[in-house]
């Protein structure tokens, strides 16, 4: 079983959608926790962070589930350049100090 | 202006040769990591250092060597034990060890076999 799992997708929406992206992360030592945004041939970048309250930032909201091991992204009001690859992080706790894990990433497309 | 550097951005290479990627942090940050990315697939962990002087292997650290003599500088080796080195290769460091907080990335290193 993979630490942390994606559905990689893709998502294929139209403009002023809205979408959800869930993982599930496998250490339940995990302590931090992030989403971030690659785009093609380009470097991840952070997206935000995630917090046991949920945060949000604009247009888009991140969710933690601590009991059942779950983190969640949604993005409202989708804009063409929303379009990129969606990574879910985990880590920093028991087996995983030290390090961040990444999922394989969901990939979403927003056409007009 | 603060920011992780990678040269070079595209590296050609001959089978049986090894080479050495580049990464500089002026961020004053503890920690750096080497991600290898291949088409369609995640980042995996190949190295990661909290502190100077010492390093840990990932997750795939198999024909790979680094080290760590400089705060600001975390140079990675690709050797020619490593099987299929042809990838991308990102560089990553984060202000305080132990994985707890974010981390940024350079632009990367793509790596060809020829």
Known sequence: ?112 | DGGITQSPKYLFRKEGQNVTLSCEQNLNHDAMYWYRQDPGQGLRLIYYSQIVNDFQKGDIAEGYSVSREKKESFPLTVTSAQKNPTAFYLCASSQTSGGFSEQFFGPGTRLTVL
């Open chain 1, 1 to 112: 079983r993979k630490e942390v799992e994606q559905d990689p997708g893709p998502f294929n929406v139209p403009e002023g959608a809205t979408v959800a992206f869930n993982c599930t992360y496998s250490n339940s030592a995990s302590q931090s926790f992030f989403w971030y945004r690659q785009d093609c041939r380009k470097e991840p970048k952070l997206l935000m962070s995630v917090y046991s309250s949920g945060n949000e930032d604009g247009r888009f909201t991140a969710q933690l589930n601590r009991a059942s091991q779950y983190i969640s992204l949604l993005i409202r009001d989708s804009k063409l350049s929303d379009s990129a690859t969606y990574l879910c992080v985990a880590g920093g706790g028991g087996t995983s100090y030290g390090k961040l894990t990444f999922g394989q990433g969901t990939i979403l497309t927003v056409h007009p």
